[in-house]
T-cell receptor, first 113, second 114 residues
């Protein structure tokens, strides 16, 4: 596989469930990102990882827990979510200086019921 | 700090008409600039980028953008719209003071009427 792969593509979960989103990149990039995209709202940067170290957390609620075991994999662990957390969650990767921009995955459409 | 403003959250054109999506940026250093396209329930796909070479940049799907330093603009154009161009378009600037992190605009939804 090439590019950035996100799984699952769709996820429906109850407010008491625990689930994880997975992102994998095969581009040799050193930076990875999680974004939240809600309907009619701008892209919201959630977390940034450089060389698997978290460098940015934009006041994201603790019910979202990221994990980056290596430069190729990024997870977003979800627990006790709220209906307003329903959104498209996008993963992206880049070289550290982002001179070539970001490469995005296709996203996970999350619905919290 | 860098910032991006996309003028118009929604643009509607007829098929075959000129597409013009506006983007203005602010940056204290020479910027890298990008345009992305997003189709429904998909991720963002890079259309084109400016990285201080030619000021007129050609991208995929017949789109192009011109970097105008004096106007701090990077507008996206396409001479003739197709129905398949209907999508959300995002302009972004690279914050080279923060390791190249991209700052995205609010997005412009392009509708194409038959």
């Amino acid at each position: 596989e090439t590019g950035v792969t996100q799984t699952p593509r769709h996820l429906v979960m109850g407010m008491t469930n625990k689930k994880s989103l997975k992102c994998e990149q095969h581009l040799g990039h050193n930076a990875m990102y999680w974004y939240k995209q809600s309907a009619k709202k701008p892209l919201e940067l959630m977390f940034v990882y450089n060389f698997k170290e978290q460098t940015e957390n934009n006041s994201v609620p603790s019910r979202f827990s990221p994990e980056c075991p290596n430069s190729s994999h990024l997870f977003l662990h979800l627990h006790t979510l709220q209906p307003e957390d329903s959104a498209l969650y996008l993963c992206a990767s880049s070289q550290l200086d982002a001179g070539d921009g970001y490469t995005f995955g296709s996203g996970t459409r999350l619905t919290v019921v | 700090a860098q910032s991006v403003t996309q003028l118009g959250s929604h643009v509607s054109v007829s098929e075959g008409a000129l597409v013009l999506l506006r983007c203005n940026y602010s940056s204290s250093v020479p910027p890298y600039l990008f345009w992305y396209v997003q189709y429904p329930n998909q991720g963002l796909q890079l259309l084109l980028k400016y990285t201080s070479a030619a000021t007129l940049v050609k991208g995929i799907n017949g789109f192009e953008a011109e970097f105008k330093k004096s106007e701090t603009s990077f507008h996206l154009t396409k001479p003739s719209a197709h129905m398949r161009d209907a999508a959300e378009y995002f302009c972004a600037v690279s914050d080279r003071n923060q390791g190249g992190k991209l700052i995205f605009g609010q997005g412009t939804e392009l509708s194409v009427k038959p």
